[in-house]
């Protein structure tokens, strides 16, 4: 199943590319929605069988998957699923519009290569390979950024580009680093950047390099994650990426460097203790949670308020961990979840909304209950979502990240962390309220823009719900197994989390 679930979105990207010279549009569509299905299945099936005997393993390690990585495995895969069925209504409005070229085979063969990238992220066990992975989903995504070749689209790309190249040279410096801090260890245990060997030895590593090497591995990393300060990137790549990909890159392509960074901690609190550690993550988190804060406050454009969402949203994972625990780690590994399902879903209906009203400008988006009724209902409830509002899912991941910084004795960080989720959800709901309930434009149509959009948006909107009401036991024992790993410690919140909040 290791080397199918790797070689799927391979064999997709080659046949969409014979569409591509045959200009077969419709064909490259199904095939995508076929291969993307059937990887998403196999994850399922992985991931099931990982938390019931162990990690798989493959060519001496090079492909390595545990519950952690199958996690992010299936997340990424889930979201890729979601994003293809929205993309058939998408980018088919987006093609008779002319926002860009009738090749819809380029947009399926380049949207394959990125999930591959993403794949290679959470299925390596060689922290060498995790890099190159990781810089791949930039090269790939960047082609997806600045795909309508217009003058924004394309600085946004290039911009993109180099700051994360930059961010990624760091990330490579880090590693070099922690490979040099294993130097005095006898050659035949250290001989390796497996991470699974590393992990066996970190307690021996040198802790002055391992220090560095992890603020190297924090900025560099923490650059394509989008923490700030380096997430200047990170409004404009979501903006003006075609909507599937903004939600691609919010919903997942930031997670994976998240992953990247999770798979260091692992090695550098065998060494350090997480003291260290979790103040630099909480120095960022909370940086970045400020940072959005005001940001989302005075947006204009509905793409930029949700990557200023997003940039809040890294803060909260990063703060989630930086309070450390059992609750915090597991609450950060819940959110991770939980926002990419809630983001995915408001990119999908400020894409609706974009293609309705011919505009991403907040103020001239009004009466969307009532000109799209399906679509006006998923952004009252995305943006309830969005807020952390209950029943829905994000209240339960946040709340059990605050409860962690009180636990924890992290007071003053804890109680900025609660101001600004107060003042976000004030917000990001007035945006909303202007775009749901203003008198709507003289003249536009009534309707929807596609039943595939609906059906992205239905699939995104009832786990979004469900987990907010409850935690299957499946997803609680993959985050338990998760927790374990990082932090060698296991809990289980859905059963236990409210009686340790008391």
């Known amino acids: 199943m290791l080397k199918l679930i790797l070689a799927l979105p391979l064999i997709t990207a080659l046949l969409c590319l014979f569409c591509l010279f045959m200009k077969k549009g419709r064909v490259a569509e199904f095939l995508n929605l076929l291969g993307v299905s059937s990887c998403f299945i196999i994850s399922i099936?992985?991931?099931?069988?990982?938390?019931?005997?162990?990690?798989?393993?493959?060519?001496?390690?090079?492909?390595?998957?545990?519950t952690l990585g199958g996690f992010f495995l299936c997340l990424v895969l889930l979201i890729s699923l979601v994003v293809s069925i929205y993309s058939i209504s998408y980018m088919?409005?987006?093609?008779?519009?002319?926002?860009?070229?009738?090749?819809?085979?380029?947009?399926?063969?380049?949207?394959?290569?990125?999930?591959?990238?993403?794949?290679?992220?959470?299925?390596?066990?060689?922290?060498?390979?995790?890099?190159?992975?990781?810089?791949?989903?930039?090269?790939v995504s960047a082609f997806l950024v600045g795909y309508y070749n217009e003058k924004t689209a394309l600085e946004a790309a290039w911009k993109y580009l180099i700051l994360c190249t930059v961010g990624i040279t760091f990330?490579?410096?880090?590693?070099?680093?922690?490979?040099?801090?294993?130097?005095?260890?006898?050659?035949?245990?250290?001989?390796?950047?497996?991470?699974?060997?590393?992990?066996r030895f970190a307690d021996r590593l040198d802790p002055s390099l391992t220090k560095v090497a992890f603020i190297f591995i924090l900025v560099g990393y923490g650059t394509k994650a989008g923490f700030a300060p380096m997430h200047t990137w990170l409004p404009d790549a979501h903006s003006q990426a075609p909507t599937p990909v903004s939600a691609l890159l919010s919903g997942v392509l930031l997670k994976c460097s998240i992953y990247g960074i999770l798979r260091f901690y692992i090695i550098a609190s065998k060494c350090l203790g997480m003291a260290y550690l979790n103040n630099l993550l909480l120095i960022f988190g909370i940086f970045s949670l400020v940072i959005a804060t005001f940001f989302i406050l005075i947006q204009k454009d509905i793409k930029r308020l949700l990557a200023y969402s997003s940039l809040e949203n890294v803060g909260i994972i990063a703060t989630g961990i930086g309070f450390g625990g059992l609750l915090g780690v597991y609450g950060a590994l819940f959110h991770i979840l939980n926002h990419a399902l809630v983001k995915s879903l408001m990119f999908f209906v400020g894409g609706n909304l974009s293609l309705k009203y011919h505009t991403k400008n907040i103020e001239?988006?009004?009466?969307?209950?009532?000109?799209?009724?399906?679509?006006g209902a998923g952004l009252l409830l995305g943006s309830f979502a969005l807020t952390g509002l209950p029943p829905f899912n994000m209240f339960m991941s946040e709340i059990a990240i605050l409860a962690a910084g009180f636990s924890s004795g992290n007071i003053l960080a804890?109680?900025?962390?609660?101001?600004?989720?107060?003042?976000?959800?004030?917000?990001?709901?007035?945006?909303?309220?202007?775009?749901?309930?203003?008198?709507?434009?003289?003249?536009?149509?009534?309707?929807?823009?596609?039943?595939?959009?609906?059906?992205?948006?239905?699939?995104?909107?009832?786990?979004?719900?469900?987990?907010?009401?409850?935690?299957?036991?499946?997803?609680?024992?993959?985050?338990?197994?998760?927790?374990?790993?990082?932090?060698?410690?296991?809990?289980?919140?859905?059963?236990?989390?409210?009686?340790?909040?008391?």
């Open 45 to 66: 099936l992985l991931l099931s069988d990982i938390t019931k005997g162990g990690p798989k393993y493959d060519f001496e390690g090079l492909i390595y998957v545990d």
């Open 92 to 139: 088919r409005q987006a093609v008779e519009k002319a926002e860009i070229d009738r090749h819809l085979s380029r947009y399926y063969l380049l949207l394959n290569l990125f999930m591959f990238t993403m794949t290679m992220v959470a299925t390596t066990g060689n922290l060498g390979v995790l890099w190159i992975s990781i810089e791949a989903t930039t090269l």
């Open 171 to 199: 990330a490579l410096f880090g590693t070099v680093l922690l490979y040099y801090a294993s130097l005095h260890i006898p050659f035949e245990l250290r001989n390796t950047l497996n991470w699974f060997e590393i992990t």
């Open 364 to 375: 001239d988006i009004k009466g969307a209950v009532g000109i799209m009724p399906i679509t």
């Open 414 to 502: 804890s109680c900025i962390f609660l101001v600004a989720l107060v003042v976000i959800f004030a917000g990001i709901l007035r945006h909303t309220m202007v775009m749901a309930f203003n008198p709507p434009p003289q003249g536009l149509e009534r309707g929807e823009v596609g039943n595939w959009a609906i059906l992205a948006c239905f699939l995104l909107l009832v786990p979004i719900v469900l987990l907010g009401i409850c935690i299957p036991g499946f997803l609680d024992n993959v985050l338990n197994q998760s927790v374990s790993i990082i932090i060698g410690e296991k809990v289980s919140w859905a059963k236990e989390g409210f009686t340790s909040m008391k």
